[in-house]
DNA sequence: AAGTGGTCTAGACCACGCG
DNA sequence: GCGTGGTCTAGACCACTTT
């Protein structure tokens, strides 16, 4: 997406570097005044890139030494946070069942809108997780529509709605807040997840915010746990 | 602490201000032009201040407008691992209704012991949130016996076995796994949380690792989300 | 048009790590 | 001593909001 700054330009290099392992992990960066050269620019500018690569974890600043590229999972524990790729360890078939769109916002929230989200309409699509063909997650997901364009279901990277939003638009995932509840399965719940009405469901909702401050995602997750539990994990 | 730099005492001096109520709440702050002039400095430095503030929660930037003073939320990632005295906004009474023991580990878990775990026996006690008088979860704790003496019921800090461990012990909560599952209220469950039998009911479990690398602390609990959902929020 | 924050230039001096 | 990042100066031009 749109580089239209330098210092947004310089970190969409870096980062793509440590992502694809030219720059590896535990390696130092090239020093700002290389950069600087590199990128013809000052060390304000270049200083300013690499700032919001620290904030995202990317990289690690030694007084003295140098920048050094961080190994890119380290304080992302979160399993949730990484989405359902990374949450379960079994073969996980991703099918999106309602391509992304621009609606109106659910009625129901556990989070407060801000008022420019108020003001927005939303874009919505859901998901559905599969394990071993059979359905365990329906996903439902949304964020406004005036922060960031519907992506379309085929420009997905890998199904991940997350890898998508860092490699096409450099946003990275900063935090989450979660609700949790134990429901019984509606109708229309159970026909999705394919279980009997009224079994147990593990209702999650979610906010995720990102490096960028505008743009918050918002989810509710109904997932089956009997067979496979939902794994989380926290570093400090 | 030492306000060293400059940028620092402009931190201070603003963050000051707002907690105090002088720089009102919706308020804008003085331009940045303002602040180079009182602070006999340019912007650089004086917008590296307000980053550091807008980073913190303390404002929010307007572009053409100026910085604006936010409401000051709590927000102190990771409720989970704190402990549910902090996990949940109302009233919470704690009732330890088994109290510190030492036994054999259960054998029903979702997490592998250590060989020096597996060895030792392990001290067990349970514990009852209530609120508003009704019971909301139940919870089961473990860690090993070898580690740590079990700690006297009427020892606990404040009902919280984390303050305690901080306070009394210098063992400091350093992340956790957990594994989520919705199932149905046993007749025990049900007695235990007054709800009908059958009823959804949040399991977790989870393993908080410590600052004492030998030291794993185990729980399961059992949490009715029809009145209070469980909330866990994360930070990168 | 005037004022605000957003980006950027072209320097400077300092504190830290290493040879 | 030299290169690194940390702080700071003194400007400039642009984009956005308000009057």
Redesign the pocket.
Known sequence: MAN??????IMGYIKERIQTGNYAVGS???????LCQQF??????V??A?EELLREGFIQ???????KVLERSKSLGLLTVKGFSGAIDYDVNTVISVPPNITSWPTMRSFALSDTEEASDCVYFQRIRNINGKPVVVEDNWYAASVLEPIDAADFVEGSFFKTLSQKHLIEIMGAEQELRAITATAELAKKLQVAVNSPILHITVRFRTSLPELNLYGALYCTTTEYPIRNSYSV
């Open positions: 239209k700054t330098k210092y947004r330009e130092f960066l090239p020093s700002e005044n290389e013809n620019t000052t060390r304000t500018t200083r300013r690499l600043k030694e007084h003295g030494r140098g920048s």
